[in-house]
């Protein structure tokens, strides 16, 4: 049901950004046929009715389209998720389990939280297990304890265990701003 209710949110955001991306690309339209009444902008723009109808359907599916995508994707209902490079996402769902399944399998337990630096995902388990991953070389070195992640992450120029931060302060900082007011 969340799924559901949070895909009917998106297709009524996504007629509304398509409805004022196309009536601002109108008004663009309309200035490029004082410039040069010759264009075909300019001349699909003499009748604003169609231009708007026309550009806001393809501007609707060009941002639908976006949302499926890697770098789109933020999921739907309880499943919410990060992209980080390389193909890799951070992934919650319920709004409580945060995890982390790479392309390349490693064992897993839920993140509590992490921090991506220079394409290296620093994070601590929910067993208080630290562990670092390369996006770039799938790599993986783990640490039993945060002392031990803390005298690797200063050598290392990573985040040090108390700059670690959970899943939704991530989230909130991705997909607000811009992402939220100007993507699906």
């Not at 309880?78 to 490693?106: C, K, Q, S, W």
């Not at 670092?132 to 640490?143: A, C, E, K, P, V």
Request: glycine share 6%.
């Amino acid at each position: 049901m969340e799924v559901l209710v949070h895909l009917v949110f998106t297709v009524v955001k996504i007629s509304v950004l398509a409805s004022v991306y196309a009536a601002l690309l109108l008004q663009v339209a309309k200035f490029v046929r004082t410039v040069d009444p010759t264009s075909p902008f300019a001349r699909a723009s003499t009748r604003p009715k169609r231009f708007w109808w026309r550009y806001g359907f393809l501007i609707s599916v060009g941002l639908f389209l976006y949302s499926l995508t890697y770098w789109g994707n933020h999921g739907l209902g309880d499943y919410a998720r990060i992209p980080l490079g390389h193909g890799e996402a951070m992934e919650e769902i319920n709004g409580t389990m945060a995890y982390f399944e790479p392309v390349r399998a490693i064992d897993q337990s839920e993140v509590v939280a992490y921090q991506l630096a220079d394409d290296v995902l620093c994070a601590q388990a929910d067993d208080n297990l630290f562990y670092t991953y390369d996006l770039g070389s799938n790599l993986r070195q783990t640490f039993p304890d945060s002392t031990a992640y803390d005298a690797y992450a200063a050598g290392h120029h990573l985040p040090l265990s108390r700059q670690l931060r959970p899943f939704a302060a991530h989230y909130a900082q991705y997909w607000g701003g811009w992402r939220f007011w100007l993507l699906a």
